[in-house]
Structure formats: structure tokens, C-alpha cells
């Protein structure tokens, strides 16, 4: 079966009125979820309990799909595509339906045609019809049917919103323009099936004009030149507006100097490029076909050069690499070569012990009187965290379920788990490994930095995007170690000096001498650049004559580190093979690898895992992860424990396809489709983070009041810098601001009240601090266009603000926490993004010692849901201040409001 068969355009159903009536009087009902304080107790079973699939014989089979699967994503973008040519599909399917092949080999083959059909669908932007997702599967196909429509429609939706803000971007002149190309026919591939491939050569603007994407966001332009294919954004000047195209950008294998660009063969397309002999002919007066000429068609044509060459100028802007989108499309269709097939589809069949493995099974045995043994020497846990660690380290069970609302100890948790795990790992000195997951560097820089924490002599190595690694974790990163390694060898002396004299001066040692580091100075230079160029018109004339003479030193630097980074590409792409062995050798003996679930399918991972086993998969922040990405590592690792973490009642995945994402529950991760279906999951239930007045809101308007504080949250203090300004009365306030709301031209939204309100606060609570090394206030807010303006007023007034504030939105800051937050609403009508309870869930649960909201009151008491509770709360503790006109440009305001 092609994938082209789970999916059916989307079209208005019809219902008959019947139909209508009973659906409108049954709406749909979803599972409620109870929160219990589960006490797990282990048990104990013989091996003769359980059934065991042939393992041996299991494994040749998936090595088998492995070898044949390859293909897929070792094809470059062009071969792809050339399967959707009319004569390689007939013989494909006359192959499929004819020969009596091996079953696996024609499913291969199905889904090696069924990539290029879903570029198709992509650039065509076509949407399949979707159903609502089940608890449960009854085979591998059905899931298929499910899962595969939505996910095409999320990974459309992704596109054509970065699309349309890059299209309102580009009408801007105060963004960089964006990349120039010069497009032309290609003699030899104008039409390949469905799409029309253009030759593409990179041309540039005017060198004087510096201020071009491919100059001011260089990090990302290395990204875009270094991969295979990127799916881009095209315009093209149409009379008098500019159209804007989808098409995919590739690069030849044999010659990576050489682009081709794909567009989809339609009407749209043919329309905007205007292309000669391209022409548009009526088939009955019922539709229009374009289509071109016969007498035109490249290689039969005997006069061809009438057609070629045909050249123009466009602008480009890329979009986002395929890789990702591939690479959770291949879990999904790989999903019934995952030992966790079963468990997936059925999940309800695995509530009772049921180990997957007899190999799992006989790792885990042991694992019970460790536990206890671990438990007993560390008294430190809760009951509620050791029945975590009971479930997390029995075997017989599959998987494990962990709740962790805000500050319950979810990372003291996790490290006790792997702490077990690894006395078991070195027991019996195999070949495997933990794997800790996440969906986001951020979580997984995280991980590495507990990891090192809680373990002094851990072998722990970060895979993925090292570009996106935290400075303070570099020394635990793969790619930075291996090209410390590889540039000190191969990189001429007087470079190695130059380069890191640049990045860090007046530092001796060449730790900065890789390729990520000179990226993240550029990353950095840019974004002061930014920030100047913002701040520029609201400055005086001194200041401005200050700011143009740090311009020119920026913009000297970047080019010098630009130069440096040509040098050291070249001198990678001469010795390949050595920095691979590199990187092969630098994880021998490493016990717990860091990765995002994306760089859990990478070559080098798979090939250095080729005979080794996953003693344990940890995902952290799991509710946060669309199911196809939760699958990456079940398709690709042997894997004995899955143990996913997170909470359910804070974020979920981040959706672009809002309105069929909602419908169809295409929103839920695998971890609530697993708690829903199941209803077994251990809810942490002790915090430790919140001071007891703050933690009670918490507990009481999210989580039912279950969670309870620990004994030490009973005895925290002020620190000292807050001791003479904050007291349990006044460390909670809502200032209710009395202002409007206002729009930029990014249609985001800020407000000005607000954000005076915050910079007066900031200034009275940072007295008497003396910290430099830390940021112990953040300022948070759902808008970006807030977060833009909270800087600019700091910096304007005082620039060493920002060395002492952390300023972000909501949704980045899930997972951390701070001494003071601060909360900017900013909206006067309605709550936008916030009536998302998981969302004001995140957003009231980070402080430690304080927290403080701007908001409109008005806006709150419309929200019934929480807000209008939680402000009827304050209200009753008089804990809520009025901010209008006369507090917003009163600085001592909240130093008299606070010592009342």
C-alpha cells in the first residue's frame, strides 16, 4: 500500500441533517484524567511468566529494512524526485503488482516513491483529509492512516506560516533583503514528472550594500549552504507585486556547486514565471490545463536553443531544512520494525507486567534489589519520587509514566533512575548506553549540565546541533571536542592564534578554535548589531556618534571571522574521513549519551550503536513532543525502558495547524495518548522550589491541591539583597495597569504602561545586589514585541540592566526558574494566548520569592476559567495595586508601594 493511499485530499463533509442532529446532541467526549499519588511497589515474576518473540530472527529481518531503507536518505533531492517521471512510476508499479518479490523489499520500495510524493503534497500546499486520532491501533496500517494525514497538514501549516511572516518581512526595509538568484531553464531536467527544475546560480547585491540576510545572519546561511536540500520561499516581481513561490533548493551530488530548484508543475507556478512556449490551453471550457507544448518538449526539440537559455532573477529566502520533516517521517513508516510496535498501537495490553525482550527482562532482574539498596543508603526521596525510581527501573513494564509539576524534583528523579541504571551497566560491562532525550537543545543542554552535577564521574557526551550548546557544557559536546582535536592538528599556527585572539582576547588557549565558536561570535556580534540599529533613533547625538563607532568595530570583526571560517570549512572538507574516526573514537566508553530526539536518528549515532543495546531512554519534557518525533529513537535503537517525563498540565507540542491540530488531537503527545489510554502514570507531589504563599496558588488552581511542600520550603528566607523589600504579604502582587494596548508592525503587541512599570521595579528590586554572575529577575511575557521593548527601555536608561535580567517569552522559560518573576500581560482586551491554562500554568509557577503580574483587570475577570479566580483570590488578600498614568512615570512608586 503507498502512502498516497492512507491519504484523501481534504474536502467539506457532508452530513445529512439526520447525521447533524445526533453528532450536535453527542459532542466528544474526552477521558478526564485523575490526579493519584500512585505507590508503586515491585513485584517479582519468573521468566517462565512471560512470552518472547524469536529475537534472532526478528533482527535479521529489521537489519534487513535497515539496509534497504539507507536509500531513502543517502538519495540526493534530484533522484528523489525523478521517481515521480510518468515512465519510472508505471515500471515501479508494474514491478510492485507483477513480480513476486520479498515483502520487504517492495515495502521499501513504496516508501522510497512515497517521499517524493509528500514533497509533492508540500509544495503544492494540498491537504489531506484527517480523522479524529484514537486511544488505540488494531495494526501498523491503521495507525498509519491516522497519523499520516495530520502530519502532513502540521508540517504544511509550519511551512506556509514561516512563508507568510518571511513574505511580510521581505516588504519591510528595515530587514536584511534576502538571498539572489539567477534561475535557468535546464536543457537536460526541465520537467520531471510533476515539478519543474530550473538551474539556480547565487548571485549578490551591490557590495557596498552590506546589510543583506546572507551577511547579517550568517550562522543561518552556513546552515542553508551546508545541506542537501532546503525547502525555500521565491519571489518573483509580477507586474506590479511580488508573488511568492514554494520550491526546494538542491545540490548535486557530484558537483556541489551546482543548485537545481524544484517548483511544483501548476498553474500558479507556470503563471508567475512567465516562461516562453509555456501556455495555457481550454479542455472543454470546464478548466484551464497548462501544460507545455509538445513541440517544445527538452530533448525531442530540434531547435531547443529557442527555449534555452531562458534566465531571470528572483529573491529566495530559505524556510527549513527537510531533513527534520524526513526524518520523523521515516519513524512513522518504520514504526513495525520498533520492538514498541505493540505496546504503541494497544497500549492498554501493557498495564501489567509484560517485558518486550527476554533480553530486557534478564538486564532488569537485578535492577530490583539495586533499587532498594540505592533507596536505602539515599533518604532524601520523597514517597512519591521513590515510587518513580521503583517503576522507572522494573523492566517487566515497558514503559514508565512520570508527572512532574513545577518544582517536584523531576531532574532529582531522573538522576536517581540513571544513577541505578548505570550500577547495572557496570556490572556486567556490555555495550549499551542511556540515552536521554528532549525535544529542544534547551532541554538537553539542561540534562548535561545535571548530568555532570550529579554524577563526578560519569561518562556523558552531547550529540546534535553544537552550535546550540550552552558555553558552560562545551567540553561535554561531540562535535566541539572532536574539532578542538581535528583544527589544533590541522590548522597552521599563526591561524589557530588570529581566530582565537578574535573570539576571547588576551585568552592563551585554542579551546575556541572550532567552527561553532567562531559561529556563535558572529551569532553574537549580530545581535548587538540588532540592538544598536533598534536603540539607534531613540538616542541623543552623543550617544549616536558612540554607537556608529561601535558599528564599524562589529562589523570588522564579523568580516574578519567570516574570512577565518572559509579557512578552517576548507580545511574540514580536505580530511573528512579522519574527522569522522575522530568523532567515532570520542565516544568509545561513553555511558550516557545527551541528544534531541531528531539527532537520535544521525548516521554517526547508528553507526556506533550497530552492536549495542539502549539500557534506558529517558525523554524529558515529553508532553511537549509531537508522537512522530517521541518515536524517533523507538525506530532506530534497540531499546530495553522508555521512561517519559514531564507534565502534562503545563506546555504541550507547538502547533501551526491550529484549528485540525485541536479537532483531531493531533495536539496530544504520545505521553498523554499513553496516560489517557492507560491511566498509569506516578504524580510527583512534593515541591521545592516556591516559597509556601507562592506554591499554594500553584497547587490550588492547577493541580487540585495536590502537591504539597516539602520541610525545607517552610524555612527558606529572602535572600539578602530582598530581605529589607519583600515580606510573605507583598512578595505576590498583581498590578492591575490601566492602558491600552497597542500593535507593531509584526502585529505583535507591547505596551508601554507595562513596560515602565517593569523597569521601575527591576531598578528598586536589583538595589544592594552584587552578583555579577547572575540574572536573578525574569521578566517574562507572551508577546515578542514586549520583550523587544522591556529591552530597549533598560538599555536606554541603563545598559548594565541587562546583565542582571533574563527577559524571554513564556513559552521559552518552561522548565526553569528564578528568584523574582515578573509577569507583563500586556493585553487590555481579552487574554490571548494566556486562556491556554498550561500556559499561565508556566507562566505563575517559575518564582522562587516573588512574583509580580501587569495585567488589565477588565481582561482578567472576562477569562472564568483562571484568571478571574486568581484575581478574586488576590483581591480577597488585598494583594493588587493599581498602575494608571501617575505610577507609570514614578519611579518611587514601588519602593512605597512595597514598604507599606
Given at each position: 500500500?503507498?502512502?498516497?493511499?492512507f491519504l484523501?485530499?481534504?474536502?467539506?463533509?457532508k452530513?445529512?441533517?439526520k447525521?447533524?442532529?445526533?453528532?450536535?446532541?453527542?459532542?466528544?467526549?474526552?477521558?478526564?484524567?485523575?490526579?493519584?499519588?500512585?505507590?508503586?511497589?515491585?513485584?517479582?515474576h519468573?521468566?517462565?511468566?512471560?512470552?518472547?518473540?524469536d529475537?534472532?530472527?526478528?533482527?535479521?529481518?529489521?537489519?534487513q529494512?535497515?539496509?534497504?531503507?539507507?536509500?531513502?536518505?543517502?538519495?540526493?533531492?534530484?533522484n528523489?524526485i525523478?521517481l515521480?517521471?510518468?515512465?519510472?512510476?508505471?515500471?515501479?508499479?508494474?514491478?510492485?503488482?507483477?513480480?513476486?518479490?520479498?515483502?520487504?523489499?517492495?515495502?521499501?520500495?513504496?516508501?522510497?516513491?512515497?517521499?517524493?510524493?509528500?514533497?509533492?503534497?508540500?509544495?503544492?500546499?494540498?491537504?489531506?483529509?484527517?480523522?479524529?486520532?484514537?486511544?488505540?491501533?488494531?495494526?501498523?496500517?491503521?495507525y498509519?492512516?491516522?497519523?499520516?494525514?495530520?502530519?502532513?497538514?502540521?508540517?504544511?501549516?509550519?511551512v506556509?506560516?514561516?512563508?507568510?511572516?518571511m513574505?511580510?518581512?521581505?516588504?519591510?526595509?528595515?530587514l536584511?533583503?534576502?538571498?539572489?538568484?539567477?534561475?535557468?531553464?535546464?536543457?537536460?531536467?526541465t520537467?520531471?514528472?510533476?515539478?519543474?527544475?530550473?538551474?539556480?546560480?547565487?548571485?549578490?547585491?551591490?557590495?557596498?550594500?552590506?546589510?543583506?540576510?546572507?551577511?547579517?545572519?550568517?550562522?543561518?546561511?552556513?546552515?542553508?549552504?551546508?545541506?542537501?536540500?532546503?525547502?525555500?520561499?521565491?519571489?518573483?516581481r509580477?507586474e506590479?507585486?511580488?508573488?511568492?513561490?514554494?520550491?526546494?533548493?538542491?545540490?548535486?551530488?557530484?558537483?556541489?556547486?551546482?543548485?537545481?530548484?524544484?517548483?511544483?508543475?501548476?498553474?500558479?507556478?507556470?503563471?508567475?514565471?512567465?516562461?516562453?512556449?509555456?501556455?495555457?490551453?481550454?479542455?472543454?471550457?470546464?478548466?484551464?490545463?497548462?501544460?507545455?507544448r509538445?513541440?517544445?518538449?527538452?530533448?525531442?526539440?530540434?531547435?531547443?536553443?529557442?527555449?534555452?537559455?531562458?534566465?531571470?532573477?528572483v529573491?529566495?529566502?530559505?524556510?527549513?531544512?527537510?531533513?527534520?520533516?524526513?526524518?520523523e517521517?521515516?519513524?512513522?513508516?518504520?514504526?513495525?520494525?520498533?520492538?514498541?510496535?505493540?505496546?504503541?498501537?494497544?497500549?492498554?495490553?501493557?498495564?501489567?507486567p509484560?517485558?518486550?525482550?527476554?533480553?530486557?527482562?534478564?538486564?532488569?532482574?537485578?535492577?530490583?534489589?539495586?533499587?532498594?539498596?540505592?533507596?536505602?543508603?539515599?533518604?532524601?526521596?520523597?514517597?512519591?519520587?521513590?515510587?518513580?525510581?521503583?517503576?522507572s527501573?522494573?523492566?517487566?513494564?515497558?514503559?514508565?509514566?512520570?508527572?512532574?509539576?513545577?518544582g517536584?524534583?523531576?531532574?532529582?528523579?531522573?538522576?536517581?533512575?540513571?544513577?541505578i541504571?548505570?550500577?547495572r551497566?557496570?556490572?556486567?560491562?556490555?555495550?549499551?548506553?542511556?540515552?536521554?532525550?528532549?525535544?529542544?537543545?534547551?532541554?538537553?543542554n539542561?540534562?548535561?549540565?545535571?548530568?555532570?552535577?550529579?554524577?563526578?564521574?560519569?561518562?556523558?557526551?552531547?550529540i546534535?546541533?553544537?552550535?546550540?550548546?550552552?558555553?558552560?557544557?562545551?567540553?561535554?559536546?561531540?562535535?566541539?571536542?572532536?574539532?578542538?582535536?581535528?583544527?589544533?592538528?590541522?590548522?597552521?599556527?599563526?591561524?589557530?592564534?588570529?581566530?582565537?585572539?578574535?573570539?576571547?582576547?588576551?585568552?592563551?588557549?585554542?579551546?575556541?578554535?572550532?567552527l561553532?565558536?567562531?559561529?556563535?561570535?558572529?551569532?553574537?556580534?549580530?545581535?548587538?548589531?540588532?540592538?544598536?540599529?533598534?536603540?539607534?533613533?531613540?538616542?541623543?547625538?552623543?550617544?549616536?556618534?558612540?554607537?556608529?563607532?561601535?558599528?564599524?568595530?562589529?562589523?570588522?570583526?564579523?568580516?574578519d571571522?567570516?574570512?577565518?571560517?572559509?579557512?578552517?570549512?576548507?580545511?574540514?572538507?580536505?580530511?573528512?574521513?579522519?574527522?569522522?574516526?575522530?568523532?567515532?573514537?570520542?565516544?568509545?566508553?561513553i555511558?550516557?549519551?545527551?541528544?534531541?530526539?531528531?539527532?537520535?536518528?544521525?548516521?554517526?549515532?547508528?553507526?556506533?550503536?550497530?552492536?549495542?543495546y539502549?539500557?534506558?531512554?529517558?525523554?524529558?519534557?515529553?508532553?511537549?513532543c509531537?508522537e512522530?518525533?517521541?518515536?524517533?529513537?523507538?525506530?532506530?535503537?534497540?531499546?530495553?525502558?522508555?521512561?517519559?517525563?514531564?507534565?502534562?498540565?503545563?506546555?504541550?507540542?507547538?502547533?501551526?495547524?491550529n484549528?485540525?491540530?485541536?479537532?483531531?488531537?493531533?495536539?496530544?503527545?504520545?505521553?498523554?495518548?499513553?496516560?489517557?489510554?492507560?491511566?498509569?502514570?506516578?504524580?510527583?507531589?512534593?515541591?521545592?522550589?516556591?516559597?509556601?504563599n507562592?506554591?499554594r496558588?500553584?497547587?490550588?488552581?492547577?493541580?487540585?491541591?495536590?502537591?504539597?511542600?516539602?520541610?525545607?520550603?517552610?524555612?527558606?528566607?529572602?535572600?539578602q539583597?530582598?530581605?529589607?523589600?519583600?515580606?510573605?504579604?507583598?512578595?505576590?502582587?498583581?498590578?492591575?495597569?490601566?492602558?491600552?494596548?497597542?500593535?507593531?508592525?509584526?502585529?505583535?503587541?507591547?505596551?508601554?504602561?507595562?513596560?515602565?512599570?517593569?523597569?521601575?521595579?527591576?531598578?528598586?528590586?536589583?538595589q544592594?545586589?552584587?552578583?555579577?554572575n547572575?540574572?536573578?529577575?525574569?521578566?517574562?511575557?507572551?508577546y515578542?514585541?514586549?520583550?523587544?521593548?522591556?529591552?530597549?527601555?533598560?538599555?536606554?536608561?541603563?545598559?548594565?540592566l541587562?546583565?542582571?535580567?533574563e527577559?524571554?517569552?513564556?513559552?521559552?522559560?518552561?522548565?526553569?526558574?528564578?528568584?523574582?518573576?515578573?509577569?507583563s500581560?500586556?493585553?487590555?482586551?481579552?487574554l490571548?494566548?494566556?486562556?491556554?491554562y498550561r500556559?499561565?500554568?508556566?507562566?505563575?509557577?517559575?518564582?522562587?520569592?516573588?512574583?509580580?503580574?501587569f495585567?488589565?483587570?477588565?481582561?482578567l475577570?472576562?477569562?472564568?476559567?483562571?484568571?478571574?479566580?486568581?484575581?478574586?483570590?488576590?483581591?480577597?488578600?488585598?494583594?493588587?495595586?493599581?498602575?494608571?498614568?501617575?505610577?507609570?512615570?514614578?519611579?518611587?512608586?514601588?519602593?512605597?508601594?512595597?514598604?507599606?
Amino acid at each position: 500500500m503507498l502512502i498516497s493511499d492512507f491519504l484523501v485530499a481534504a474536502k467539506p463533509s457532508k452530513q445529512n441533517k439526520k447525521d447533524s442532529e445526533e453528532s450536535q446532541q453527542q459532542p466528544k467526549q474526552k477521558k478526564k484524567l485523575k490526579l493519584t499519588n500512585t505507590v508503586f511497589e515491585p513485584s517479582i515474576h519468573s521468566l517462565k511468566d512471560f512470552k518472547f518473540e524469536d529475537e534472532n530472527g526478528e533482527q535479521q529481518q529489521i537489519e534487513q529494512i535497515d539496509k534497504l531503507s539507507n536509500a531513502i536518505s543517502s538519495q540526493p533531492m534530484l533522484n528523489i524526485i525523478r521517481l515521480n517521471n510518468p515512465k519510472t512510476t508505471t515500471s515501479l508499479k508494474k514491478l510492485i503488482e507483477q513480480q513476486e518479490e520479498d515483502q520487504l523489499t517492495r515495502h521499501l520500495k513504496f516508501r522510497q516513491e512515497d517521499v517524493s510524493y509528500l514533497f509533492t503534497l508540500l509544495l503544492n500546499e494540498t491537504k489531506s483529509q484527517m480523522k479524529e486520532l484514537k486511544d488505540d491501533y488494531q495494526s501498523e496500517n491503521e495507525y498509519l492512516q491516522y497519523f499520516l494525514p495530520p502530519f502532513i497538514n502540521e508540517t504544511l501549516a509550519y511551512v506556509k506560516s514561516t512563508a507568510e511572516d518571511m513574505a511580510k518581512k521581505y516588504r519591510s526595509p528595515a530587514l536584511p533583503l534576502p538571498l539572489r538568484y539567477q534561475l535557468m531553464i535546464d536543457r537536460k531536467n526541465t520537467i520531471l514528472g510533476k515539478y519543474l527544475v530550473l538551474e539556480a546560480v547565487e548571485g549578490d547585491f551591490d557590495q557596498a550594500d552590506k546589510y543583506t540576510w546572507k551577511k547579517t545572519c550568517i550562522s543561518e546561511y552556513f546552515e542553508f549552504i551546508a545541506a542537501k536540500s532546503y525547502i525555500v520561499q521565491i519571489f518573483i516581481r509580477n507586474e506590479r507585486e511580488y508573488v511568492n513561490l514554494l520550491g526546494i533548493i538542491s545540490k548535486q551530488e557530484s558537483n556541489r556547486d551546482k543548485n537545481l530548484i524544484y517548483l511544483p508543475w501548476n498553474s500558479r507556478v507556470i503563471n508567475s514565471l512567465k516562461i516562453p512556449n509555456i501556455v495555457v490551453e481550454s479542455n472543454n471550457n470546464k478548466q484551464n490545463i497548462y501544460q507545455l507544448r509538445q513541440s517544445y518538449v527538452p530533448l525531442t526539440y530540434p531547435n531547443f536553443e529557442e527555449l534555452y537559455p531562458y534566465q531571470f532573477l528572483v529573491h529566495l529566502n530559505p524556510i527549513f531544512s527537510p531533513a527534520t520533516y524526513l526524518i520523523e517521517l521515516k519513524a512513522l513508516l518504520n514504526i513495525g520494525k520498533s520492538k514498541y510496535m505493540n505496546c504503541l498501537l494497544q497500549p492498554q495490553n501493557f498495564i501489567e507486567p509484560r517485558p518486550l525482550m527476554k533480553s530486557a527482562y534478564e538486564f532488569g532482574v537485578p535492577l530490583l534489589q539495586i533499587t532498594e539498596e540505592y533507596l536505602k543508603n539515599n533518604k532524601k526521596f520523597n514517597q512519591s519520587q521513590m515510587s518513580a525510581i521503583r517503576h522507572s527501573t522494573n523492566y517487566t513494564h515497558p514503559f514508565t509514566l512520570i508527572n512532574g509539576p513545577p518544582g517536584t524534583g523531576k531532574t532529582y528523579t531522573s538522576m536517581g533512575i540513571m544513577n541505578i541504571v548505570m550500577q547495572r551497566m557496570n556490572q556486567i560491562n556490555e555495550d549499551s548506553i542511556i540515552l536521554a532525550c528532549g525535544h529542544s537543545n534547551t532541554v538537553i543542554n539542561d540534562w548535561v549540565r545535571k548530568i555532570n552535577k550529579e554524577f563526578s564521574n560519569a561518562k556523558v557526551m552531547r550529540i546534535g546541533v553544537a552550535e546550540k550548546s550552552d558555553p558552560d557544557i562545551y567540553d561535554y559536546c561531540l562535535e566541539i571536542k572532536t574539532q578542538r582535536q581535528f583544527f589544533m592538528k590541522f590548522t597552521p599556527d599563526y591561524e589557530k592564534k588570529s581566530i582565537c585572539e578574535l573570539i576571547k582576547p588576551n585568552k592563551q588557549k585554542y579551546d575556541q578554535l572550532t567552527l561553532i565558536h567562531i559561529k556563535q561570535k558572529i551569532a553574537q556580534l549580530n545581535e548587538k548589531i540588532y540592538d544598536l540599529r533598534d536603540f539607534y533613533d531613540d538616542l541623543d547625538q552623543q550617544q549616536q556618534f558612540s554607537v556608529d563607532t561601535d558599528l564599524y568595530r562589529l562589523e570588522s570583526q564579523k568580516k574578519d571571522l567570516r574570512r577565518f571560517y572559509s579557512t578552517l570549512i576548507q580545511i574540514l572538507g580536505q580530511n573528512k574521513e579522519i574527522y569522522k574516526e575522530m568523532m567515532l573514537k570520542n565516544l568509545q566508553g561513553i555511558q550516557i549519551i545527551v541528544s534531541t530526539l531528531t539527532s537520535c536518528a544521525s548516521s554517526l549515532l547508528e553507526q556506533y550503536m550497530e552492536d549495542k543495546y539502549v539500557s534506558m531512554c529517558i525523554i524529558d519534557e515529553a508532553p511537549m513532543c509531537f508522537e512522530p518525533s517521541t518515536l524517533i529513537p523507538l525506530s532506530k535503537h534497540k531499546i530495553y525502558k522508555l521512561v517519559l517525563i514531564g507534565d502534562h498540565r503545563q506546555l504541550g507540542p507547538v502547533i501551526y495547524d491550529n484549528t485540525n491540530a485541536f479537532e483531531y488531537n493531533y495536539n496530544r503527545s504520545l505521553y498523554e495518548r499513553l496516560l489517557q489510554t492507560t491511566q498509569q502514570f506516578i504524580m510527583l507531589n512534593v515541591q521545592y522550589r516556591s516559597m509556601q504563599n507562592l506554591s499554594r496558588v500553584t497547587s490550588q488552581f492547577f493541580y487540585e491541591g495536590k502537591v504539597q511542600d516539602s520541610e525545607s520550603v517552610g524555612k527558606m528566607q529572602f535572600p539578602q539583597y530582598l530581605a529589607n523589600k519583600l515580606n510573605n504579604s507583598n512578595n505576590f502582587l498583581f498590578f492591575d495597569v490601566h492602558g491600552g494596548t497597542q500593535f507593531n508592525s509584526n502585529n505583535s503587541l507591547f505596551n508601554e504602561y507595562e513596560a515602565y512599570g517593569v523597569f521601575y521595579l527591576v531598578c528598586y528590586l536589583l538595589q544592594d545586589y552584587n552578583d555579577q554572575n547572575e540574572k536573578p529577575i525574569s521578566i517574562i511575557t507572551p508577546y515578542r514585541a514586549q520583550v523587544k521593548l522591556i529591552k530597549k527601555y533598560l538599555y536606554k536608561f541603563n545598559p548594565q540592566l541587562l546583565d542582571y535580567v533574563e527577559i524571554d517569552t513564556i513559552d521559552a522559560f518552561q522548565g526553569k526558574e528564578n528568584d523574582i518573576m515578573i509577569i507583563s500581560l500586556v493585553r487590555s482586551e481579552g487574554l490571548g494566548f494566556l486562556t491556554d491554562y498550561r500556559r499561565a500554568n508556566v507562566a505563575t509557577s517559575r518564582a522562587q520569592y516573588g512574583q509580580f503580574i501587569f495585567g488589565n483587570s477588565k481582561a482578567l475577570l472576562n477569562e472564568q476559567r483562571l484568571w478571574s479566580p486568581l484575581y478574586q483570590y488576590l483581591y480577597q488578600r488585598k494583594q493588587i495595586k493599581s498602575f494608571g498614568d501617575k505610577e507609570a512615570y514614578d519611579p518611587n512608586f514601588f519602593q512605597n508601594i512595597l514598604n507599606q
